[in-house]
Antibody, heavy 113, light 114 residues
Framework: QVQLVQSGTEVEKPGSSVKVSCKAS????????FYWVRQAPGHGLEWMGG????????DYSQKFQGRVTISADVSTTTTYLELSSLRSEDTAVYYC??????WGQGTLVTVSS | DIVMTQSPDSLAVSLGERATINCKSS????????????LAWFQQKPGQPPKLLIY???TRESGVPDRFSGSGSGTDFTLTISSLQAEDVAVYYC??????????FGQGTRLEIK
């Protein structure tokens, strides 16, 4: 059974960057399909991008193009989401997920001066 | 991009009654080579990540009670809860994964007890 464990809460200043990690265990990492979703307070689920480690090239939502980088480290079975030029509207819970069903526990990112 | 539209936005149903949530996609999610619909349903309770209920439009995830069922094909899909229980109060999302890892969600349907 695949399990995803994310890094902890982040508090960032406007204009800075944040990098969230998501460690996978219990499955075949390289052939998995991972994606990142965020959820602002009181809002729905918003897809940011995804990655198949075996193929290497991420796919990004147009909304975040130029600000988001998704990567994977096969040696540590970890995927990463990096979001730059942070603004207050980026305050949200960020989730990683595997297309087969499991989700990480979520990482709260707060952007505040 | 594939747009997913759910209806209704919110729903109140009495305990023991049937709840029905609809989801429409802007293009067909049926992949002809394997005859599968790339549509999933998730349940999200406050403070928790979404939980997978249904995939391939109608296959129940292991451990999900059989009062949950999914149906539909092509562009129109339905999630049915046959007999609503108190623990089913949640927000429900449909998701298309036809072009995974590019995926999209419906806007969500809030289910409450009447």
């Amino acid at each position: 059974q695949v399990q995803l464990v994310q890094s902890g809460t982040e508090v960032e200043k406007p204009g800075s960057s944040v990098k969230v990690s998501c460690k996978a265990s219990g499955g075949t990492f390289i052939n998995s399909v991972f994606y990142w979703v965020r959820q602002a307070p009181g809002h729905g689920l918003e897809w940011m991008g995804g990655l198949i480690p075996a193929l290497g090239t991420p796919d990004y939502s147009q909304k975040f193009q130029g600000r988001v980088t998704i990567s994977a480290d096969v040696s540590t079975t970890t995927t990463y989401l990096e979001l730059s030029s942070l603004r207050s509207e980026d305050t949200a819970v960020y989730y990683c997920a595997d297309i087969r069903g499991p989700w990480g526990q979520g990482t709260l990112v707060t952007v505040s001066s | 991009d594939i747009v997913m539209t759910q209806s209704p936005d919110s729903l109140a149903v009495s305990l023991g009654e049937r709840a029905t949530i609809n989801c429409k996609s802007s293009q067909s999610l049926l992949y002809n080579s394997n005859n599968k619909n790339y549509l999933a349903w998730f349940q999200q309770k406050p403070g928790q990540p979404p939980k997978l209920l249904i995939y391939w439009a109608s296959t129940r995830e292991s451990g999900v009670p059989d009062r949950f069922s999914g149906s539909g094909s092509g562009t129109d899909f339905t999630l049915t809860i046959s007999s609503l229980q108190a623990e089913d109060v949640a927000v429900y999302y449909c998701q298309q994964y036809y072009n995974a890892p590019s995926i999209t969600f419906g806007q969500g349907t809030r289910l409450e007890i009447k």
